[in-house]
């Protein structure tokens, strides 16, 4: 069995030295602590040090993962995390060959992001009732996850001095870096209710910073948020299944439908790159074409 230690220093690097965010870090060392737990197996070849890890050893390990029925895009995102775990050990000197040079796996097609409608935003959205705690609360999570299109992670981890009712803004601190987001103005009375109402109220004690807690009066996790979001989309009778990145596609495309450019949503949704905002450009092309096909007479 190879040495759990190697992921310990691997994930300092990856905290130290890439700065990456939890969500990556995560998902970097669940891929490399599931390869680590297959190497042990029966259905390995033996595998008791880093070193011993060969090019075959890769090939047989994304075999295996096949006939497990893992998913092609689950495939590919374990083979992109081993790649970068044996690039660190290469380049730190604990291997001398990199078993992953020129390892292929099947390429994933890229689905576009699934949006809702106005009309379904507007049903998801009317959903919570201000007649207590939950409902102000649940109300002022929903307007401003689609007035702003932030991350849930991001969501969850403001803090209610991120919060400008007086200027219409938030302060967002994704991704080591701080972005400031314009709210409308249902967005900003849905917010002004439930902080002055209602949020001194929920919480466990009186110095949380934390701008949305649960019941208990704790932050809200991801976790909570998430049945919060299908608690709503069940009670809209939606059909769609809704996800909180659901709210953040939708609010990219419709600002893109409605004259936004594209280096001003790349700024709100934190994009590093452009081409990760120019997807929604294809998504908005195609929703026109769809309309055109079902509305043109000569279609």
Same mark, same amino acid.
């Given at each position: 069995m190879i040495d759990s230690a190697y992921i310990s220093e691997f994930q300092k690097y990856l905290t130290d030295?890439?700065?990456? @965010?939890?969500?990556?870090?995560s998902s970097y060392i669940r891929d490399i602590s599931q390869f680590f737990m297959y190497c042990g197996?029966?259905? @390995? /070849?033996?595998?008791? *040090? /880093?070193?011993?890890?060969?090019?075959? *050893?890769?090939?047989?390990?994304i075999d295996w993962m096949t006939k497990n029925g893992k998913s092609t895009a689950t495939i590919s995102r374990s083979v992109a995390s081993l790649k970068c775990f044996f690039s660190y050990l290469?380049?730190?000197?604990?291997?001398? /060959?990199?078993?992953?040079?020129?390892i292929e796996t099947v390429k994933t097609v890229k689905k576009l992001p699934q949006i809702l409608t106005n009309r379904e935003v507007e049903l998801l959205l009317e959903q919570p009732e201000c007649t207590d705690m939950k409902g102000y609360r649940d109300k002022a999570m929903l307007e401003l996850l689609y007035a702003t299109g932030i991350r849930v992670s991001e969501l969850i981890s403001l803090n209610k001095d991120d919060v400008n009712l007086s200027t219409g803004l938030i302060c967002c601190r994704g991704n080591e870096k701080e972005r400031m987001i314009p709210l409308y103005p249902a967005a900003i009375k849905a917010l002004s209710d439930y902080i002055t109402l209602v949020r001194h109220q929920m919480l466990a004690f009186p110095a949380e910073p934390a701008l949305f807690v649960n019941m208990s009066g704790e932050r809200m996790s991801r976790q909570g948020f998430?049945?919060?979001?299908k608690h709503y989309q069940e009670k809209a009778h939606i059909e769609k299944e809704i996800t909180p990145h659901t709210l953040r596609h939708s609010f990219a495309a419709h600002l893109l439908e409605n004259g936004a450019d594209l280096r001003s949503l790349q700024e709100m949704l934190g994009h590093a790159d452009i081409s990760s905002t120019q997807v929604?450009?294809?998504? /908005?092309?195609?929703?026109?074409? *769809?309309?055109?096909?079902? @509305?043109?007479?000569?279609a």
């Open positions: 030295e890439k700065h990456a @965010s939890k969500n990556t870090l197996t029966k259905e @390995s /070849v033996e595998v008791n *040090d /880093v070193c011993d890890v060969c090019k075959a *050893d890769i090939e047989r390990y290469l380049i730190y000197g604990k291997i001398t /060959v990199n078993p992953l040079h020129n998430w049945k919060i979001i929604y450009t294809q998504l /908005v092309k195609k929703q026109l074409k *769809d309309v055109y096909n079902k @509305s043109h007479p000569r």
